[in-house]
Nanobody
């Protein structure tokens, strides 16, 4: 099994930036496409971004496109989400997840999940 642990969340003012990190253990990260999801209180979990196994492709939700960047460093078994120009509506618990699929935005197809990290953006 793969263990994923997120870090880097916190409180930031609107317009600010945060960088989330996801550390993987158990297996080499290059076997998985990796994604970020988020869930706000009272709302369904939503897709944020995904990156393919070898970082050959990325895809973003329209709500974060142009502001967020997903990246990975397979040698370090790390995945990152750089979040710029943050908005209050970005406030949520953010989850790192891995899938054996080549590419998917469907959370139901992700096999491994981190515990989540709170991101709060104040207005």
């Amino acid at each position: 099994q793969v263990k994923l642990v997120e870090s880097g969340g916190g409180l930031v003012e609107a317009g600010g930036s945060l960088r989330l990190s996801c550390a993987a253990s158990g297996r080499t990260l290059n076997n998985y496409a990796m994604g970020w999801f988020r869930q706000a209180p009272g709302k369904e979990r939503e897709f944020v971004a995904v990156i393919t196994r070898g970082a050959s492709g990325t895809y973003y939700a329209d709500s974060v496109k142009g502001r967020f960047t997903i990246s990975r460093d397979n040698a370090k078994n790390m995945v990152y989400l750089q979040m710029n120009s943050l908005k209050p509506e970005d406030t949520a618990v953010y989850y790192c997840a891995g899938t054996t699929k080549i590419f998917t935005t469907d959370g139901g197809e992700f096999n491994y999940w981190g515990q989540g990290m709170q991101v709060t953006v104040s207005s």
